[in-house]
């Protein structure tokens, strides 16, 4: 029987969300929330871990009040208990804020076996998250995984992803892992799953209830290393067709082209 904790974040629909260039952010009211799509991989995996082996699966999240609705889907995916970080103190947090406060609610959390979360966010898109909360925990962690060869109440085999190679890689307890979206396919919850998240209870703790497991100047904006300086949207290249008048102008365009080049 193995405990479990899976990340979990809020994102906008990325496809339909708004960048505030200006200020140098996403706007999130612009877009439906959901759960990082990477982070269902995650959650999949752990009610998969639970279903071979039993155990207890909590999701954890850090952002503002409206990030429960999130944690309530997770609960109906299969997750046994929903706890959110929410407080304003936390807000402007960059990925080793973040990472810092997860890890000291992880602390007060105390005993888990396996820590889970997808390889990235679709909306920061650093990879950086569950990397740095295993250093703030000291314990080992495995990266872009995307099969789980077996599984043990004291370590896991996973595959790993690594540029041109695959690494197959056992780790003991507490560890963490990151997946990728090749691992599984997340199952879709019931509406009799539905209706009962909706009654569940979403745990909220405040910074103040982290007090001896974090210290207030390493979190949100003010403790955060990095900010944000500037959003730049790239934009589209589109292939610019030309007409030439007769053959003669034409060839010497293409030759002219190709010479600028420098392919002859």
């Known amino acids: 029987m193995v405990k479990i904790i899976v990340l979990i974040k809020q994102v906008p629909d990325i496809e339909k969300v708004r960048f505030d260039v200006e200020a140098g952010r996403i706007d999130r009211t612009s877009a439906p929330a959901e759960i990082n799509p990477f982070d269902l991989n995650a959650l999949e995996a752990a009610v998969q871990i639970k279903e071979k082996l039993g155990g207890y699966v909590l999701a954890l999240s850090m952002g503002p009040p409206m990030a429960s609705s999130s944690l309530r889907d997770a609960i109906s995916r299969g997750a046994d208990e929903a706890l959110l970080l929410e407080d304003r103190i936390f807000a402007g947090a960059d990925t080793w804020a973040t990472s810092y406060t ?90 009799k799953d539905k209706l009962r998240a909706m009654k569940s209870e979403v745990k909220v703790w405040h910074a103040s209830d982290l007090e001896g497991f974090i210290d207030m100047k390493n979190v949100g904006y003010v403790g955060s290393p990095t900010n944000v300086h500037k959003v730049i949207i790239p934009q589209g290249r589109y292939r610019e067709g030309k007409i030439f008048k007769n053959i003669n102008e034409g060839l010497a365009g293409v030759l002219g082209a190709l010479k600028d080049k420098r392919l002859i």
Not at 137 to 149: A, E, G, M, Q, R
């Open 102 to 191: 997860l890890a000291g609610a992880i602390k007060k959390i105390g005993a888990y076996d396996i820590i889970l979360c997808g390889e990235k966010t679709v909306d920061g898109d650093t990879g950086q998250v569950g990397a740095e909360v295993a250093e703030h925990l000291n314990i080992p962690h495995v990266y872009y995984v995307s099969k789980i060869v077996d599984v043990t109440e004291k370590s896991i085999v996973v595959i790993s992803e690594m540029d041109d190679a695959s690494y197959t890689i056992e780790s003991t307890f507490p560890t963490l892992v990151s997946f990728t979206k090749d691992v599984n396919k997340p199952r879709l919850p019931t509406l």
